[in-house]
T-cell receptor, first 115, second 108 residues
Framework: ETGVTQTPRHLVMGMTNKKSLKCEQHLGHNAMYWYKQSAKKPLELMFVYNFKEQTENNSVPSRFSPECPNSSHLFLHLHTLQPEDSALYLC??????????????FGPGTRLTVL | DAKTTQPPSMDCAEGRAANLPCNHSTISGNEYVYWYRQIHSQGPQYIIH???NNETNEMASLIITEDRKSSTLILPHATLRDTAVYYCIVGQGDKIIFGKGTRLHILP
């Protein structure tokens, strides 16, 4: 238990569906992250939020839309996804973004399958 | 691209020390060395990090060479539950890039 929770843990959706992934951290951190891990590929950073402001968008397609209403919650809204978007989506948090030596704590991930 | 080089896989006997090497010859002066591990289909778990000095915590020890171009993660008494992919990463806080890591197999 890392203090970072993600729901749902598993999600199957069609290409025309709209769904959202939720992440919540109970660590009092100010930075939150979304990562994507496709099969047999390294983790890829998608978005970074620091004090609710987006500080990094790693060239992510617009069909992925993040939202950070406060420092404890992070959402990833999904619409018109493609089968190649099937992956494990991981959320992480740290004390702050850009803090030297800060460590990231990861949630368990959401396994997404796009049909 | 990840700035580290790790062997793709390693074996270690249960109860023995597991020594996982990592090369990071292009590390810059303000970058830390982080180690995470990922057990199958779970989120990565933070293990330890350091800047220049060797570090130890309840999970592992981190040995960083004097020139900081390489490091070794030591799990002192490996158990079957330590079977995982171990990632060595250099960076600062938010600027960390995961590579392919080392798949560590603990043998009974």
């Amino acid at each position: 238990e890392t203090g970072v929770t993600q729901t749902p843990r598993h999600l199957v959706m069609g290409m025309t569906n709209k769904k959202s992934l939720k992440c919540e951290q109970h660590l009092g951190h100010n930075a939150m992250y979304w990562y994507k891990q496709s099969a047999k590929k390294p983790l890829e950073l998608m978005f970074v939020y620091n004090f609710k402001e987006q500080t990094e968008n790693n060239s992510v397609p617009s069909r992925f839309s993040p939202e950070c209403p406060n420092s404890s919650h992070l959402f990833l809204h999904l619409h018109t996804l493609q089968p190649e978007d099937s992956a494990l989506y991981l959320c992480a948090s740290s004390r702050s973004s850009g803090g030297r030596g800060d460590t990231q704590y990861f949630g368990p991930g959401t396994r997404l399958t796009v049909l | 691209d990840a700035k580290t080089t790790q062997p793709p896989s390693m074996d270690c006997a249960e109860g023995r020390a597991a020594n996982l090497p990592c090369n990071h010859s292009t590390i810059s002066g303000n970058e830390y060395v982080y180690w995470y591990r990922q057990i199958h289909s779970q989120g990565p778990q933070y293990i330890i990090h350091g800047l220049k000095n060797n570090e130890t915590n309840e999970m592992a020890s981190l040995i960083i060479t004097e020139d900081r171009k390489s490091s070794t993660l030591i799990l002192p008494h490996a158990t079957l539950r330590d079977t995982a992919v171990y990632y060595c990463i250099v960076g600062q806080g938010d600027k960390i890039i995961f590579g392919k890591g080392t798949r560590l197999h603990i043998l009974p």
